[in-house]
């Protein structure tokens, strides 16, 4: 007879050290981290066009479309570690049907659906006038297509491109706040949980925005230059150039940001600071100071600060970074957010599930993880085949 074992949430993936309450687990796995680390490459994506279109950077000319529209990609994937972690995912639905502002995550939805829209709106004035060619050219299915996306305005008059041109400047301007609002608020989220000693801190908006923005232009240097490779279009050097002058800037400001909140903990040194010292200084040894500030941060810096920046060393220095903001994610939500006790006299040891043994461990696990992370990935090389995102002439 094969007795059947019923495992509290948390359980399979919770490694318990010294005293623990029994109904203590680590309860947000790695989705938890991969959702606000992909809500973050959304933010930095869309900044970095931003900087072309309101800051007139025309070095990012080349890039400020395929940064958009990846944006849009990573944008769709966004919410969608949040339904693989919920138990009761069917029941999304009710978070856009009853919208409230009571709650931080509830008034998410409303903030993701501002956002979409000024994502779609700025995309479309963007390629207007390609979609309106296409929709006079194309045949079949993919004419029916364009034809649809033009909306009816088909005019391409020198004063409708100027239009255009206009409109995209006004949402990219008003988009720069909405980024940023659509991933302060994870760090809002957690710099208000009192009862978490590391989470516990004004800075953790500030710190998760800069940590976005880094992400998200480490991200389009990378993907940009992977792509350029396999299309074999030319790299263009101005543009890598600004992206990495860019870069250095966005992680001097965030990595002040994640130090000075460590020293703020020490000098308030609060009663929780002697067990909380131990998970940053001996259990996250390795995975804060050597991947995420030495790896993902300090090296990177020193790559970008050398003179005659290379695409070499830029792409070099964006995986580095990639996976440095990627550690932080995992370090604030698992390792120092949730190792330290209730009791402040335990640790807990997030495992992450690679084999699955079941469902649970399959939805929460390593190859759920790696879906999610390859998802914007899929979306953009199919937005690619209706709009060029490497189309680098603006007509408007």
């Not at 923005?213 to 074999?232: E, Q, R, W």
């Not at 992450?352 to 879906?371: D, K, M, Q």
Request: hydrophobic fraction near 55%.
């Amino acid at each position: 007879m094969v007795e059947h074992i019923q495992h509290a949430h948390g359980e399979i993936w919770t490694i318990k050290e010294l005293f623990t309450y029994p109904n203590e687990f680590i309860y947000w796995t790695i989705h938890i981290a991969i959702y606000p680390y992909i809500t973050g490459l959304v933010a930095g994506a869309f900044v970095l066009s931003s900087f072309y279109h309101v800051f007139g950077m025309n070095e990012l000319k080349p890039v400020a479309k395929f940064s958009l529209v990846f944006s849009l990609a990573l944008l769709i994937i966004a919410p969608t570690p949040l339904l693989f972690h919920l138990t009761q995912p069917q029941r999304n639905h009710e978070m856009i049907l009853t919208p409230h502002f009571y709650s931080a995550i509830a008034s998410f939805t409303v903030v993701y659906m501002t956002y979409m829209f000024i994502v779609l709106a700025e995309i479309w004035f963007a390629y207007r006038a390609f979609i309106v060619a296409q929709a006079q050219s194309a045949k079949g299915i993919m004419g029916l297509l364009y034809k649809a996306m033009t909306l009816g305005a088909y005019d391409l008059s020198e004063k409708a491109r100027h239009t255009d041109h206009k409109m995209i400047t006004i949402l990219a301007a008003v988009g720069i706040p909405s980024a940023g609002v659509l991933h302060g608020y994870v760090g809002f989220i957690f710099g208000s949980v009192k009862a978490v000693p590391f989470w516990k801190t004004p800075l953790m908006p500030f710190i998760f925005l800069m940590s976005a923005v880094i992400s998200g232009v480490a991200l389009c240097i990378a993907t940009y230059v992977i792509a350029s490779k396999l299309s074999k279009r030319d790299i263009k050097l101005d543009a890598v150039q600004a992206m990495g002058g860019l870069l250095k800037w966005f992680i001097i400001i965030a990595f002040l940001l994640e130090a000075v909140d460590v020293i703020f903990h020490g000098y308030l040194a609060e009663e929780f600071w002697p067990m909380l010292s131990i998970v940053i200084f001996d259990k996250l040894f390795v995975k804060m100071f050597v991947l995420q500030w030495g790896c993902g941060m300090i090296l990177p810096l020193i790559l970008l600060l050398l003179p005659r920046l290379t695409v070499t060393r830029a792409f070099i220095s964006s995986l580095l970074v990639i996976i440095g903001v990627f550690m932080m994610r995992m370090n604030v939500i698992q390792g120092g957010g949730q190792g330290l006790s209730k009791s402040l006299s335990g640790f807990m040891t997030y495992k992450l599930p690679i084999i699955p043994t079941s469902f649970e461990t399959f939805r929460e696990g390593f190859f759920a993880a790696v879906l999610l992370l390859s998802a914007p990935f899929i979306l953009l090389w199919i937005f690619n085949k209706v709009l060029p995102v490497f189309q680098s002439s603006e007509d408007h």
